[in-house]
């Protein structure tokens, strides 16, 4: 089976920019998770999507937005970058989210905001 | 590579001894743990989980061991190897949707 993918790997952009992310999940899984990798906060939640559905969601401002498609594919959006988002972003897929928890990473994208 | 945490505390093992990497969790409800182990440059890749209901659980070369009285987790990783060098996290989460929260990591040395 083929693992998480993330696209794209490596991401320079200008504050003020938006910038789009993409994850395709391991098949068969419907669960998409996002997360922010920074030196100074760790990995920390951005949010969940679940069958098209957002289900949960971190303690970020509303510039993080993300989406899921009826393939389980999916998208996150960061609106007027500041250069506090240069982070590691990884996604995670999971089976359900629900019993089974058992999340799988991709290997992130790195942005960095200039 | 990148730079996972920049002040992580560190293991320093030799190699071929038993590396012990503690973590203490936060929510007493928390009811699923899991191990990542995270190498430069790439996604946390899963190494072994538990749930609430267990105190052990056993892997190849790795142990996890949970006390939920003092709300603390470990993992035992036998006759420790070079490519086991890398930062290792646990994360907990809840059984009612919560997210997965994640400790700040141990970085694990192998030395020669």
């Known amino acids: 089976k083929a693992g998480v993918t993330q696209t794209p790997r490596y991401l320079i952009k200008t504050r003020g920019q938006q910038v789009t992310l993409s994850c395709s999940p391991i098949?068969?899984?419907?669960?998409v998770s996002w997360y922010q990798q920074t030196p100074g906060q760790g990995l920390q939640f951005l949010f969940e999507y679940f069958s098209e559905t957002q289900r949960n969601k971190g303690n970020f401002p509303g510039r993080f937005s993300g989406r899921q498609f009826s393939n389980s594919r999916s998208e996150m959006n960061v609106s007027t970058l500041e250069l506090g988002d240069s982070a590691l972003y990884l996604c995670?897929?999971?089976?359900?989210?629900?019993?089974?928890?058992?999340?799988?990473f991709g290997p992130g994208t790195r942005l960095t905001v200039t | 590579g990148e730079s996972v945490g920049l002040h992580l505390p560190t293991l320093s093992v030799q190699e071929g001894d038993n590396s012990i990497i503690n973590c203490a969790y936060s929510n007493s409800a928390s009811d699923y743990f899991i191990w990542y182990k995270q190498e430069s440059g790439k996604g946390p890749q899963f190494i072994i989980d538990i749930r609430s209901n267990m105190d052990k659980r056993q892997g190849q070369r790795v142990t996890v061991l949970l006390n939920k009285t003092v709300k603390h987790l470990s993992l035992q990783i036998a006759a420790t190897q070079p490519g086991d060098s890398a930062v290792y996290f646990c994360?907990?989460?809840?059984?009612?949707?919560?997210?997965?929260?994640f400790g700040p990591g141990t970085r694990l040395s192998v030395l020669p």
């Open positions: 995670a897929s999971s089976s359900t989210g629900g019993a089974s928890y058992e999340q799988y």
């Open positions: 994360a907990e989460k809840g059984n009612y949707g919560q997210n997965f929260v």
């Open positions: 098949s068969g899984h419907r669960s």
